[in-house]
């Protein structure tokens, strides 16, 4: 088995506040795993370090084969276009635009597979797909940011919280949605505080006391 993320001894702390300390996981490519912590307990600091948005203060840590103590800031960010997967809580998209016409952005725009098609579907994406970001709600523009990631078929995919907001149902896809995305053989990472999502992980991460229970 391939592993696509590596992390030793990594600490991160803002000020005098430690955030993460002598942090040790990795995750195997076809791998689904969440990290769950109360809120403040890291999990949204340490998505932002694999997703090469912010440093560690100290440690190793190795992404889809590259180690990011190696790239600059121009290397991380060819790295998320081509490898890396993020979806933040707060939606990063084009406002201006249609959802259509933000899902077409991308390094490699292709005819979606028969799965991606059916993720579309069960998202219900199409019941507003010409319609401009900014008349959206915001769990529509969570199932937008979470197609948009699904078809980037990414080495690695990070997702902050992706189900909240969504009713029982749209969560429940987004769940299934990211089973089979692992099982395809990325390796997915959730932060989440929902036990419905860990009980489709592999493993569960636990942060307790800045380190990890694993």
């Known amino acids: 088995m391939t592993t696509r993320i590596t992390c030793h001894g990594i600490t991160k702390s803002y000020g005098e506040n430690v955030v993460l300390k002598d942090l040790d996981f990795w995750v195997d490519a076809g791998e689904l795993v969440t990290l769950v912590s ?28 590259q180690d990011f103590s190696q790239l600059d800031e121009d290397g991380r960010a060819g790295l998320r276009r081509h490898a890396i997967g993020i ?19 991308g390094p490699d725009p292709r005819a979606p597979a028969p799965w991606l098609a059916e993720a579309r579907r069960n998202l219900g994406i199409d019941d507003f797909h010409d319609t401009e970001i900014n008349k959206l709600s915001g769990g529509q523009r969570r199932r937008v940011c979470i197609l948009r990631a699904l078809q980037m078929e990414a080495e690695v995919l990070l997702l902050d919280e992706p189900t909240t907001g969504l009713d029982d149902h749209l969560a429940s896809c987004v769940r299934r949605a990211l089973r089979d995305l692992a099982d395809r053989g990325c390796a997915v990472v959730v932060a989440t505080h929902e036990e419905a999502t860990s009980a489709v992980a592999d493993r569960a991460i636990a942060l307790r006391g800045r380190r990890t229970i694993l």
């Open 87 to 105: 979806v933040h809580q707060s939606s990063y998209l084009f406002p201006w635009l249609s959802v259509n016409e933000n899902l077409e952005i």
């Open 38 to 65: 109360p809120s403040g307990g890291g999990k949204t600091t340490l998505l932002n370090i694999l997703g090469g948005l912010t440093t560690a203060d100290q440690g190793v840590v190795e992404v889809a084969g």
